[in-house]
């Protein structure tokens, strides 16, 4: 059955630039198809994700403060030990081919290099240094009660809406 | 000290850090997910907004997990301080609040300044810089990067991705660069 999907992915092959951004940003590469329930395991798996970043207060803007002012190692300690963790879990399912939960091979998308990478990287930096957060932190900041958080959440949106209609003519 | 007294602490940093990398293996595992967020702001554009561009034009609906995952986040921020609030004060380095001071800012308590982030200066020049430019920024460059903190630094480099690596540094010379030169030239408009 030829589906709308696949009509659109056939036109971004047609950009190479667009599909490699596509490679880089499909995050689903489970073959079967979910249905709400299924989805409501990453809410929980997020649920817990945003307790974590209250009670370790990844959250707060004066962490990501003292972490730019190199005045506390307590960020570095949480990026660097999350890194540790996720690299050495990679290592243990590659090498014990570990199945998921419906039984498929784990399937990581590659990330290919592009200037956006400096450019954007750069970019976002400032935004993390004005706002104290990271895209994730912008939700549990807002469910934290900083409801001025909702105007930076929509500027995020409108952030990335514009890069979607500017990008043809950005370098990347 | 009980149980519920010692989750209301704050958490140190050897046992948030873990916990976060275990989501890479928890999202790969429930259902091959990779782990990243920023991709949620472009997958609001895609569901409410694609005005015919094309990088908006992608089954959304596939990745619509990533948008479960990040209503979860908005949730336990909720429960995190409805249920498990410290009952102590904030402490921040001193080098840190000696710094701000100089700046301007003059309150120290809670997760946000109150001084840059309560709802009656979203219309006010503070507004414009720390939300609206500041949220832009974000959103704007983690998708020019390709990805933000959770898609570049932890899942790309546990991932061994060179282009993830080279993000990451990039991240915090802007970090560095928002802090050192921005942060005071915007305090001292405002």
């Known amino acids: 059955m030829k589906t709308n999907s696949d009509f659109q992915t056939k036109s971004f092959l047609a950009d190479p630039i667009l599909a490699e951004e596509m490679k880089a940003d499909i ?59 996720g690299m050495l879990s990679i290592q243990l399912i590659k090498k014990f081919n570990v199945k998921t939960l419906s039984g498929e091979e784990v399937k990581i998308a590659p990330k290919t290099f592009q200037k956006g990478q400096i450019y954007g990287g750069f970019l976002f930096g400032l935004g993390w240094a004005l706002t104290g957060a990271c895209p994730g932190p912008l939700f549990a900041q807002i469910g934290s009660g900083f409801l001025a958080v909702i105007i930076t959440l929509l500027s995020a949106i409108t952030g990335t809406w514009t890069y979607g209609a500017l990008r043809a003519k950005l370098p990347h | 000290m009980n149980l519920l007294e010692m989750i209301r602490q704050p958490w140190p940093w050897y046992i948030a850090g873990p916990l976060i990398g275990l989501t890479v293996p928890a999202l790969l595992l429930l259902g091959n997910k990779s782990f990243g967020i920023s991709s949620s702001l472009r997958h609001v554009c895609a569901a409410c907004m694609p005005a015919n561009i094309s990088f908006f034009k992608y089954d959304w609906k596939k990745e619509s997990w990533n948008l479960a995952f990040v209503a979860g986040i908005l949730i336990g921020g909720f429960l995190a301080t409805q249920f498990l609030a410290d009952p102590n004060e904030i402490v921040i380095a001193q080098a840190t609040q000696d710094d701000l001071a100089a700046l301007g800012l003059t309150s120290f308590s809670g997760l946000m300044p109150a001084e840059l982030f309560s709802i009656e200066h979203i219309f006010t020049l ?25 898609g570049h630094a932890i899942m790309g480099i546990s991932n061994l991705q060179l282009p993830s690596l080279i993000a990451t540094v990039f991240f915090m010379v802007g970090g560095f660069v928002g802090t050192l030169v921005l942060l005071p030239w915007f305090m001292s408009l405002i």
């Not at chain 1, 079967?32 to 997020?46: A, H, I, R």
């Open chain 1, 27 to 85: 995050q689903n590469e489970q073959g079967q198809g979910e249905n709400v329930l299924n989805l409501s395991k990453y809410l929980v798996v997020g649920v817990l994700f945003g307790i974590v970043f209250v009670k370790a207060e990844i959250i707060s803007w004066f962490r990501i403060q003292e972490m730019f002012r190199l005045d506390s190692f307590h960020m570095y300690g949480v990026i660097g030990s999350a890194i540790v963790v």
């Open chain 2, 126 to 150: 503070k507004g414009l810089i720390f939300l609206v430019l500041g949220g832009f920024l974000v959103g704007f460059g983690t998708r020019y990067a390709g990805g933000g903190t959770s």
